[in-house]
């Protein structure tokens, strides 16, 4: 599964949420062991903050859940 939209939230929990706003609706995001990018380039998970479009390619976790693989911060550069 693969959605692209705007980080609203970051909950600073163990594994670290997202939540993120899409032209579908709003999901929920877990990040465990994964690979985070801005614009292709590897980041700190940490590097993640409300306001940023993301792209996350993950297995849903729910009718609104995902438990990403891989996020790729657009726009921003590494």
């Known amino acids: 599964m693969i959605i692209v939209g705007q980080v609203t939230g ?5 594994p670290l949420q997202l939540t993120v706003h899409t032209d579908v609706g709003t999901y929920h995001v877990i990040l465990a062991d994964i690979a985070v990018t801005a614009s292709g ?3 700190s998970p ?3 903050r409300p306001g940023h479009t993301v792209r996350v390619d993950g297995a849903a976790s729910g009718p609104r859940g995902i438990t990403a693989n891989l996020i790729d911060i657009i726009g921003m550069s590494a």
């Open 46 to 48: 940490g590097d993640i």
């Open 10 to 14: 970051v909950l600073e929990t163990w």
């Open 41 to 43: 380039q590897p980041v």
